[in-house]
C-alpha cells in the first residue's frame, strides 16, 4: 500500500469511489453544515442530517448551503438523534457518523449502548492526524478527546486503534513514541514512565503487533534528531516518530492544541475502534478540519469494506 504523505495526496485517494454516507448527529451547526457542503460538493459524501428540521434549514439558509443531497431527520432531542445516526450504522444505510451540536460524552454513551452499540473493539479513542511544516509524512496523537486518565491496559487499546489508522495510511510498522517527561522509569513520582516502559516491552515482544514501540521518551527527543543527539539517546526513536501516545486527555489536549495554535499545523481527527469511523472535532475547529476529518473517514471507510471483503 502507498504511503499518504499529505491531505492533499488523501484527497487524491479518496475521490476515486462513490460518495460515503455520512449520518450527522444533531447537524445545526454553522461549520459542520459548511464543512459537509464543501466534501459533498467535491463528491466524496451524502447522507443524513439528523436534529431539528427548523434549525438545520435555518443554518443553511444563513449561510446558503445547499444541502439537497442530504435526507433530514427530525429529531426533538441529542440522544435519540445519537440513536437515529446509531441505527442507520446498524442497518447498513450510513458508513459514517459526524459529532454535530452534540456533547461527546451523550454521543459516545449512545454508540456504546449495552445491547445496540456500535464499539468494534476493546476501547474507543480519540487519533489526530497531523501534518507537520516541515516534516514528511504524517504524525498522529492519542488521546486527545475520550480517554481522561486511561489505565495501563487501556492505553495499549489506544496504541492498536492509532496504528490500525497508521497501517490503513500506508503507514507500516509505525514508530510509536510513549510520551513522557524523561527517559528514565520513575517508580514513585511519574506513573507515565511506568506505563511507558511496561508497553514498550511488551512491543518489542511482539505482544502489540504492527509497529515498532519506544519509551519512555520526552517529546523532543521523539520530534527532534537533534536533541536526540545532543543528549546522547540511543533508543529505537531519535525524532522520526510517527505516533505519539500520550499519558492522559489533559497532556493530549493540550498536545493538539498548542500544535494548531502555534505551529499553525493542518489536522484531522477521527474516533477509532467503532464498527465505522466516527468524525468528531473541538468545537472551536475551523471548518477546513472538519472538512479534512470528514475525507479521512471516507477513506477509512473504504478500507475497511476491503477488508471486510477480503475476510469473506
Excluded: W
Excluded at 514528511?136 to 490500525?164: L, V, Y
Excluded at 534528531?225 to 489536549?253: Q, R
Excluded at 495554535?261 to 472551536?284: E, H, K, M
Amino acid at each position: 500500500m502507498k504511503r499518504i504523505e499529505t491531505f492533499d495526496e488523501l484527497k487524491e485517494a479518496t475521490q476515486q469511489g462513490e460518495p460515503a454516507k455520512i449520518a450527522v448527529v444533531n447537524a445545526d451547526n454553522d461549520d459542520v453544515l459548511l464543512s459537509l457542503q464543501s466534501a459533498n460538493r467535491e463528491g466524496y459524501i451524502k447522507g443524513y442530517l439528523i436534529g431539528d428540521k427548523n434549525g438545520i434549514n435555518q443554518v443553511s439558509i444563513r449561510n446558503e448551503i445547499n444541502i439537497s443531497d442530504f435526507e433530514v431527520i427530525h429529531s426533538n432531542n441529542e440522544t435519540s438523534a445519537a440513536f437515529i445516526a446509531l441505527e442507520l450504522v446498524r442497518s447498513m444505510q450510513a458508513d459514517i457518523i459526524m459529532k454535530g451540536n452534540i456533547s461527546t460524552g451523550k454521543l459516545l454513551s449512545v454508540l456504546l449502548d449495552r445491547e445496540r452499540g456500535i464499539r468494534a473493539g476493546k476501547l474507543l479513542s480519540h487519533v489526530s492526524i497531523f501534518q507537520l511544516p516541515g516534516k514528511s509524512g504524517f504524525k498522529f496523537m492519542s488521546d486527545a478527546a475520550i480517554n481522561i486518565k486511561p489505565t495501563c491496559f487501556e492505553k495499549i487499546s489506544i496504541c492498536q486503534n492509532a496504528i490500525k489508522i497508521a497501517n490503513a495510511l500506508g503507514y507500516m510498522l509505525p514508530k510509536v513514541a510513549l510520551i513522557t517527561p524523561f527517559e528514565k522509569v520513575f517508580l514513585d513520582e511519574i506513573p507515565s514512565t511506568i506505563d511507558a516502559a511496561l508497553i514498550s516491552k511488551m512491543g518489542e515482544r511482539g505482544q502489540i503487533a504492527e509497529a515498532c514501540f519506544d519509551g519512555p521518551i520526552s517529546l523532543d527527543i521523539a520530534l527532534s534528531p537533534e536533541a536526540a543527539k545532543e543528549k546522547g539517546y540511543s533508543g529505537l526513536i531519535k525524532g522520526d516518530a510517527d505516533i505519539f501516545i500520550v499519558h492522559d486527555l489533559e497532556t493530549g489536549n493540550v498536545f493538539y492544541k498548542a500544535l494548531i495554535y502555534f505551529v499553525d499545523c493542518t489536522v484531522s481527527g477521527i474516533i477509532a475502534g467503532a464498527q465505522v469511523p466516527i468524525v468528531l472535532t473541538s468545537r472551536a475547529d475551523h471548518d477546513y478540519t472538519k472538512h479534512l476529518s470528514i475525507i479521512t473517514a471516507v477513506y477509512l471507510s473504504r478500507i475497511d469494506k476491503k477488508d471486510e471483503l477480503n475476510e469473506v
